[in-house]
């Protein structure tokens, strides 16, 4: 049983994923919970706890209540929901965290606390493997990229990922047998300096960014180096994966990894205002069936599950309303327009409708652009 669980820090991977997927317990529990922790939700940090307090109870009641369990079992099951909780309880308004998903299998000796950028619904699960679609549902709504620094007789290859980076080594554990393999990829140093040693070693550079591609499907690449050796060093890199650069820094290899995340981050900024502006064009362009503006339009495509990609001004806080029987969002009160029952308050319909959008596997993005706050701040592109 592991004695703590903390934060996880470094690049969510496939790899990662992977180990997650790969667990089964048959005739056991494993728990994996989806922690809300976003303060938009609930107010402010104090009402962040309380609604986890509330949760970890209801989670502990169902513990209780489970038929066949050994009492060790239900003790170990008590003591994993406290770790889980205490982590979520400390970290509750952490910069940037809206959802934290937490897995915990004791007898593999595995313990994840992943913080999330994007807001997810408070659920849990106890089965014999861990539930991942939330996690993927959250992961969807983000690119990963690969980040490869070279220059003539070094490289280093990274992941960044939701403004974290990770230097990766580990592909080297997967790398055929035939292929040398060095100590550390920083610390690889190719000797002799002729021409033809910098074509070996970019196409061995290129071939890792391939490998890695393979293992972590990122969306974007990123090179680094000085200006004048990067043409050479893209002419080695595969076509698709040419295809897939987006920014190209003049950056030294050994960058320090501070500077390494800025960067990222802006480029990620960059892409994500990029991207929301292509879609409000794509939205633009939508045969007008396909069109939602305005928080009205919007709620009906998300209550018809017909929500493709979500535009959203940031930072827009309206009190609204949520219908608990058939899940319709209002702007106003009054009965639900679509079933009849009464509506519940909530304090930011905004929020409700990306956390709606996100559960419903359609893309979301924050723009803040005057063309949309003339829709209110809100707009959709609709399936079909
Ligand atoms: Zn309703």
């Not at 007898?107 to 659920?123: T, V």
């Not at 393999?181 to 002729?194: M, S, Y």
Request: with cysteine; proline share 5%.
């Amino acid at each position: 049983m592991p004695r703590r669980l903390e934060l996880y820090e470094g690049v969510l991977t496939r790899r990662i994923v992977r180990q997650l997927e790969s667990v089964h317990r048959p005739q056991e529990y494993v728990l994996s919970v989806y922690w809300d922790v976003d303060p938009r939700r609930w107010g402010d940090i104090e009402g962040t706890r309380i609604a986890l307090k509330n949760a970890a109870g209801q989670l502990r009641e169902q513990v209780h209540r489970l038929p066949g369990l050994s009492n060790g079992e239900r003790q170990r099951l008590l003591d994993e929901i406290e770790l889980m909780h205490e982590v979520a309880h400390l970290s509750a308004g952490r910069r940037g965290m809206r959802g934290l998903a937490c897995f915990i299998a004791s007898a593999e000796n595995m313990a994840y606390a992943f913080p999330l950028p994007w807001p997810l619904r408070q659920q849990h699960f106890l089965e014999q493997r861990f539930v991942l679609w939330p996690l993927r549902q959250a992961l969807e709504q983000s690119d990963p990229f690969g980040i490869v620094l070279v220059d003539k007789d070094e490289a280093k290859l990274f992941l960044g990922y939701l403004g974290e980076v990770e230097e990766v080594t580990y592909i080297f554990d997967e790398v055929p047998p035939k292929i040398r393999i060095p100590d550390a990829f920083g610390e690889l140093q190719f000797r002799r300096k002729h021409v033809e040693h910098f074509h070996q070693h970019f196409e061995w550079v290129a071939f890792h960014v391939l490998r890695l591609w393979e293992l972590e499907p990122f969306r974007y690449l990123i090179v680094g180096g000085l200006w004048e050796i990067l043409p050479q060093f893209e002419s080695h890199l595969h076509r698709y994966l040419k295809d897939l650069i987006v920014a190209r820094w003049q950056v030294n290899v050994h960058i320090p990894r501070t500077e390494l995340r800025s960067r990222l981050q802006q480029e990620e900024q960059k892409l994500l205002e990029h991207q929301a502006q292509q879609l409000w064009q794509q939205l633009n362009n939508a045969p007008s069936s396909q069109q939602a503006f305005g928080p009205e339009q919007v709620f009906r495509g998300l209550w018809q599950r017909r929500v493709w990609h979500l535009l959203v001004k940031p930072n827009t806080h309206y009190h609204g309303h949520v219908c608990p029987q058939c899940g319709r969002l209002h702007l106003s009160g009054g009965p639900c327009i679509e079933c009849g029952a009464a509506v519940q308050t909530v304090s930011d319909i905004y929020e409700e409708a990306v956390r709606e959008a996100v559960a419903q596997s359609a893309q979301v993005r924050y723009w803040d652009h005057p063309a949309l706050d003339e829709r209110d701040g809100l707009a959709a592109l609709l399936r079909y």
